[in-house]
């Protein structure tokens, strides 16, 4: 199996933790959107990342597509650590908060910090690259911090996100976040909830590929790799 991902695309991320929960280590391509290969658009003409290809050339895009295909592949030998419960009630829920983090705190936080801090730096000017804007900044710091209380209020009546088991929200929320963890933009002292929730996520061991990454000359967040931050 290969991944064609980037390692600040949190969809990316998010793939990369459901396939380690599931014991699966695919092969990892690093692809660069912004460069439009010809290659990589007949994989998916939309020109986004993740894109999920099989062993055999059958070729999954995107990140609600491949969510759902990889529980309607190998959901089922997972068991009670199913992604996606079996109860209908659950599986809406589940992919409620799901499509809060992947859509909604992707538009209003990681999008924007990633784009401007990360992508910005590698794309040519004429293609966007330049300097960070700071009011966009500025915005998706203000953003993160009504996320970070409406998870602690969440997990106030739940053991996880969406209910008492993990699933693809908690995937899905702390992939996100570990994005913008790397960055140092996450204010861990607004909610005390949200912040054990995340260490205990972040200690499993899915995530401990994210908490190696590094990216020259930016190094992670003082707290990013540190399991008792």
């Known amino acids: 199996m290969q991944l064609y991902h980037h390692p600040f695309c949190a969809h990316s991320r998010l793939v990369r933790l459901a396939l380690g929960e599931m014991g699966v280590e695919p092969e990892l391509i690093e692809e660069r959107v912004w460069e439009r290969r010809p290659e990589f ?23 609600d597509t491949i969510t759902e ?17 079996v109860h209908i009630g659950e599986r809406v829920e589940v992919r409620r908060l799901s499509s ?9 936080v990681s999008e924007p910090l ?14 966007g690259g330049g300097p960070p804007d700071m009011a966009i900044i500025r ?15 969440l997990l106030k009546a739940r053991n996880w996100l969406a209910g008492e088991r993990m699933s693809y ?15 140092g933009d996450v204010p861990w002292d607004e909610d005390e909830g949200a912040k054990t929730w995340y260490a205990r996520i972040k200690s499993r ?10 990216m020259a000359g930016m190094p992670p967040a003082p707290c990013y790799a540190d399991l008792d931050f």
Not at 44 to 49: I, N
Not at 69 to 85: K, S
Not at 114 to 127: D, G, I, S
């Open 41 to 63: 658009l007949m994989l998916d003409p939309a020109g986004v990342t993740p894109v999920l290809v099989e062993d055999d050339g059958f070729v999954v895009p995107g990140i």
């Open 69 to 85: 295909y990889l529980d309607e592949t190998r959901g089922g030998a997972l068991g009670t650590r199913r992604l996606l419960p």
């Open 100 to 108: 809060w983090f992947n859509h909604k705190f992707h538009a209003e």
């Open 114 to 127: 990633v784009r401007e801090k990360v992508y910005k730096r590698y794309t040519p000017r004429e293609l």
């Open 139 to 153: 915005a998706a710091r203000a953003n993160i911090r009504y996320h970070l209380q409406y998870i602690g209020w």
């Open 169 to 183: 929200a908690d995937l899905a929320a702390a992939a996100h976040i570990s994005c913008v963890d790397y960055l």
């Open 205 to 214: 061991p899915a995530f401990r590929p994210l908490l190696a990454l590094t």
